[in-house]
């Protein structure tokens, strides 16, 4: 169920064709005003029939679309190769405050993982609590940079992608591991291990908050 906030239809997006229909397609597969996708994605999703004949809504036609609704204030919109990055930043004010809140800091902190490491993993309020925990003995320019620090190394990157961000954040002592990585870290067999159980704990987890 997607709650709508009637400051939604005071955009100039409702004005425009196929503006309208893309941005209720953001809204709806948009996590917490987040989303990752593509040009050939959006244009399946806001398709039409014509004449009998589906037709698609060309990339270009696509792009002039995104950069309205950015120039309006509805998204912030960047591409790189063929992800397409998209942010919602009155999220909460089109969902009348009824989705989880989430603040300007942890926002930023959550985007910023979604770009470095995986921008699949679901963000929850316990997640956010989570977060809110580490910036009691952290700021936010350590958090993005142990976030850029797992970024450039292989084999944590990847670790953190499949666990989430609820095994990212858990505690102040992962945040230090994570800011004391170096970019050549070399990976002992012990550490493995205990990347796989951790992955294996976290999949046998029925109905969690931590989600990918």
């Not at 003995?137 to 670790?159: H, M, P, Q, S, Y």
Request: glycine share 6%; charged share 20%.
């Amino acid at each position: 169920m997607v709650n709508i906030h009637k400051k939604l239809f005071r955009s100039q997006v409702w004005q425009h064709l196929p503006h309208r229909d893309i941005w209720i397609w953001i809204l709806t597969e948009s996590s917490q005003g987040m989303l990752k996708t593509t040009m050939s994605a959006i244009s399946d999703a806001v398709s039409y029939i014509h004449n009998g004949q589906r037709r698609n809504p060309h990339s270009t036609i696509i792009r002039r679309s995104l950069t309205d609704m950015a120039a309006w204030g509805n998204i912030e919109w960047s591409i790189n190769a063929h992800t397409v990055s998209i942010h919602i930043p009155k999220y909460r004010a089109y969902n009348g405050g009824i989705q989880t809140p989430i603040s300007d800091e942890i926002a930023s902190i959550v985007k910023f993982f979604h770009t470095c490491i995986n921008g699949k993993c679901r963000y929850t309020k316990s997640i956010g609590l989570l977060i809110e925990q580490r910036l009691r003995g952290f700021n936010n320019g350590d958090l993005c940079r142990a976030i850029e620090n797992v970024k450039n190394n292989r084999f944590w990157r990847t670790t953190a992608g499949r666990n989430g961000m609820g095994w990212f954040f858990k505690n102040d002592e992962q945040i230090d591991k994570f800011l004391n990585l170096t970019f050549n870290a070399e990976v002992s067999l012990d550490a493995l291990k205990q990347a796989d159980r951790d992955y294996q704990d976290r999949q046998t987890q029925l109905g969690g908050d931590i989600l990918i």
